[in-house]
């Protein structure tokens, strides 16, 4: 009979003489498979080893049913007793509410493993430097920020919706997307939730120092935050329009795609913005602000990242596997979901992008938004990937999946405070 939906279970026998054969046999056993509490809790009792030991295989396959990979160690799944209590299941330190049952009987252990509402399961703990902002149950849209994004050019429609669509789905109470004229029927059309607005561009179908004029007269004024970057492509009219945009911020923003190659090209001092940054560079991006080569950059993709962010006082978002987060200050954050590679699909950073610029617009500081962007957008690519494999995934997959992604993290940021 299966579990009831939104139940994962997972179940273990174990032979008690057989454990503490083992134990006894190999010297390394003990401290590979038990943390020090545990060995401490166990000694001399064979029985406790045996049922931690189909402790952590009961928690092993339910985390396998819900498709987690990599699976912890077994010494990163502790059985840890409450005084008073039942047992406590900590999972790489973190308790993610599976509930557990231990018996033994002469010389059979038993061990269960119920997680109630496993669709709320985390791909990954969520570490102790990520914070969400607040949802006030009295909130307006006015609570949650205006985000402004500048974004597309004739031929580059998706990044622009996609970076739009990313804030939209991270919680923005207001979204602008400020496009060229010439594209901007497409974007009235596909999007419905945020707002699209026309700006000047004699017909070029790209941004330039006309669209710079009304963007700064009629947008940039009501913006709590802006994403510039996506899709803007590369003429000479845009990129000198970008220098001169970034030159001079009016609020804290997010820079990504074509805005960081433009930067790159100009070697914009981000000092003198006058605001927070965050940069959002792919490594091949970060290649180009460094003016080094993408092998050196993958070859130390924390100390790249920490060096540019303090030389250049910007948070960096080193995005791939492991993103790297780094702050001016020398804080630091890699992500720890692993093998996402639903992620790897063209969008998906544009989508990270708005995702970004909608916790920068809620007020928070720039690194802490970055952190809890990297968190959410992960997060959102795993169920994803659980959901529809690890290859054909869209980025309007992970769009869809940011609000479901960014309950569950933060329900596991509220059970941890």
């Not at 406790?48 to 396959?61: F, Q």
């Not at 031929?155 to 997307?177: E, Q, V």
Request: glycine fraction near 12%.
């Amino acid at each position: 009979m299966s579990p009831p939906l939104g139940v994962a279970v997972g179940v273990d026998v174990a032979t008690v003489s057989r454990i503490a054969a083992v134990a006894e046999r190999r010297a390394k056993f003990l401290q590979r498979i038990y943390t020090e509490r545990e060995r401490q809790r166990c000694e001399g009792h064979p029985e406790r080893l045996a049922t931690r030991w189909a402790a952590k295989e009961a928690v092993k396959k339910l985390l396998g049913s819900l498709g987690e990979y990599p699976l912890p160690l077994y010494k990163e799944i502790e059985v840890v007793n409450r005084r008073g209590g039942a047992p406590t299941l900590l999972v790489r330190g973190v308790d993610r509410g599976i509930a557990l049952t231990l018996s033994h009987e002469r010389d059979t252990a038993i061990a269960v493993a119920v997680l109630v509402g496993s669709s709320d399961a985390l791909a990954a703990p969520v570490q102790p430097d990520v914070v969400l902002p607040a949802r006030p149950d009295d909130a307006h849209k006015g609570t949650f920020g205006t985000v402004v994004v500048v974004a597309g050019a004739y031929g580059f429609t998706g990044a622009a919706y996609l970076s739009a669509m990313g804030a939209a789905r991270g919680g923005a109470g207001l979204i602008h997307l400020c496009v060229p004229q010439a594209i901007y029927p497409v974007l009235a059309t596909k999007c419905i939730e945020v707002m699209a607005h026309p700006l000047p561009d004699a017909g070029r179908g790209t941004f330039g120092s006309d669209s710079l004029a009304e963007l700064q007269r009629s947008h940039l004024p009501r913006a709590d935050a802006a994403v510039i970057g996506p899709g803007l492509g590369q003429s000479q009219e845009t990129r000198d329009a970008v220098v001169a945009l970034l030159r001079g911020l009016p609020c804290p923003t997010v820079v990504d795609a074509d805005g960081l190659n433009i930067a790159a090209a100009a070697d914009v001092d981000w000092r003198a913005a006058g605001q927070p940054v965050v940069l959002t560079p792919h490594p091949a991006e970060m290649a180009r602000l460094t003016g080094t080569d993408t092998q050196r950059v993958q070859g130390d993709r924390s100390g790249t990242a920490q060096r540019y962010a303090q030389r250049h006082g910007v948070v960096v978002v080193l995005k791939g596997a492991g993103t790297v987060v780094a702050a001016p200050d020398g804080r630091i954050h890699t992500d720890n979901h692993k093998g996402v590679v639903a992620l790897a699909s063209g969008g998906t950073g544009d989508v990270l992008a708005g995702l970004c610029g909608a916790f920068l617009g809620s007020g928070m500081d720039a690194f802490d938004a970055a952190v809890a962007a990297v968190t959410v957008h992960a997060e959102a690519g795993a169920a994803v990937q659980r959901e529809r494999g690890r290859a054909g995934a869209l980025a309007s997959d992970v769009l869809e999946a940011l609000p479901a992604a960014q309950e569950r993290v933060r329900r596991a940021v509220e059970r941890r405070g």
